[in-house]
């Protein structure tokens, strides 16, 4: 009878734990930094920014497009001034990141008088990794100054995964003890 109630506490657990750890996947935050480095033009230098967006859209194939639609939002700090989303030229059908098969090519982005990110400036939504300087809103004055490295962020677990670990790791302590406090052998 006690091991039958023993096997059924235990059975219980690891239920919880794969139940919390195996559950389906769900659209998430995905979080980004992006490091610029200037090594040309008039201001050279590295500059720091970061961007997020909700991938539940994303099916990995081909060509895809994240905008402002799917919570992308940015922030970048160049040559002192802190610069986001809206800064965009073509906000709110612009910024946006693009994939190639589910992996990221980068940024579109263009700040006008100040900056463009991408790959071509004669095609702005493409996405990138070429940091251009610009002189306006006419992408025939860019030139290009540097390059721009992306960092994926490692996710924080979900709670429900956290708390089904620690249900199945106290269940797992309290057996233990249970064992010990009534003579039971380890």
């Known amino acids: 009878m006690k091991l039958a109630k023993d096997i059924s506490v235990a059975a219980f657990a690891v239920a919880i734990s794969v139940a919390a750890v195996a559950k ?3 659209a998430a935050l995905v ?15 590295q ?8 991938d ?12 402002v639609s799917n919570g992308l939002s940015i922030l970048f700090n160049y040559l002192g001034t802190q610069y986001t989303e809206t800064s965009d030229f073509d906000y709110p059908i612009s910024p946006a990141v693009r994939f ?14 100040q900056f463009f990110i991408g790959n071509d400036p004669g095609n ?5 990794t070429k940091f251009y300087s610009i002189l306006s809103a006419d992408l025939l004055s860019t030139t290009e100054v540097g ?25 797992a302590l309290g057996m233990k003890r249970k064992k010990k406090v009534f003579g039971g052998t380890n």
């Open 100 to 113: 190639t098969n589910g992996n990221l090519s980068g940024l579109s982005y263009l700040v006008e008088d």
């Open 24 to 26: 389906p996947t769900q």
């Open 47 to 54: 500059y720091f920014g970061s961007f997020q967006y909700d």
């Open 147 to 171: 390059t721009v490295t992306y960092t994926k962020s490692t996710p924080v677990p979900e709670p429900m995964t956290v708390g089904g670990i620690a249900i199945a790791g106290a269940m």
């Open 56 to 67: 539940s859209t994303l099916t990995g194939i081909g060509e895809e497009t994240l905008g």
């Open 31 to 45: 979080n980004y930094g992006f490091t610029v480095n200037a090594t040309s033009g008039d201001n050279p230098g």
């Open 124 to 128: 702005p939504n493409t996405g990138g």
